[in-house]
């Protein structure tokens, strides 16, 4: 005699497939909520202290005994990112400028063949004093009293996950924090 399964035993065949289809979907769904979040806390992280770093070069005060003022911005930098930032994949950049208004700006220069952009040979006002051309006026450091500095800070993580890094074509992020700020008088 053949006996008939019950509706109890095709629903439990039924959860099974169901969970099989939709567990994989679910967990890639948590994967990139997991990722993302850590994404948003790095840069977050990464703009704190990037702030706090400028806070403490605009006051002129000198780094502690025994250490630079990189050293000093960089410390800064990774104790405000709460273990999110590995010191040997962090650049800081600093460059000051005379005020506000030259952020970002090329240095002066006579466009002789009239084509819009610096070539060779063009005669040019050496703003930053390094005997070459920039196409960004500032000078490396933190600058002196009164002066404008702007500090970049640049870090490449990489992916908390294996299957975040197999599904990006460049398994690396990279972020950038810059803060502009004016030095206090000292």
Do not use: C
Not at 144 to 158: E, I, P
């Amino acid at each position: 005699m053949l006996r008939r399964k019950s509706l109890a035993d095709d629903a439990a065949g039924v959860t099974v497939v169901e969970f099989a289809i939709g567990a994989p979907i679910v967990l890639l769904i948590a994967v990139i909520v997991i990722e993302v979040s850590f994404m948003l806390a790095v840069r977050v992280a990464l703009d704190i202290g990037t702030r706090e770093a400028a806070r403490a070069g605009l006051t002129g005060a000198p780094p502690p005994a025994g250490s630079t003022r990189d050293q000093q911005l960089r410390k800064i930098i990774v104790s405000t990112t709460f273990g999110f930032v590995d010191p040997a994949d962090l650049t800081v950049s600093l460059l000051a400028y005379q005020d506000a208004g030259s952020v970002g700006k090329p240095e002066p220069y006579s466009d002789i063949d009239g084509n819009g952009r610096w070539d060779s040979g063009e005669p040019f006002t050496d703003v930053n004093g390094n005997g070459i051309w920039d196409a960004d006026r500032g000078a490396a450091g933190a600058g002196t009293s009164g002066q404008t500095v702007a500090y970049l800070v640049q870090y490449t993580g990489k992916p908390l996950t294996g299957l975040a890094a197999s599904l990006l074509d460049d398994p690396t992020y990279h972020y950038e924090s810059r803060v502009v700020v004016r030095n206090e008088p000292f």
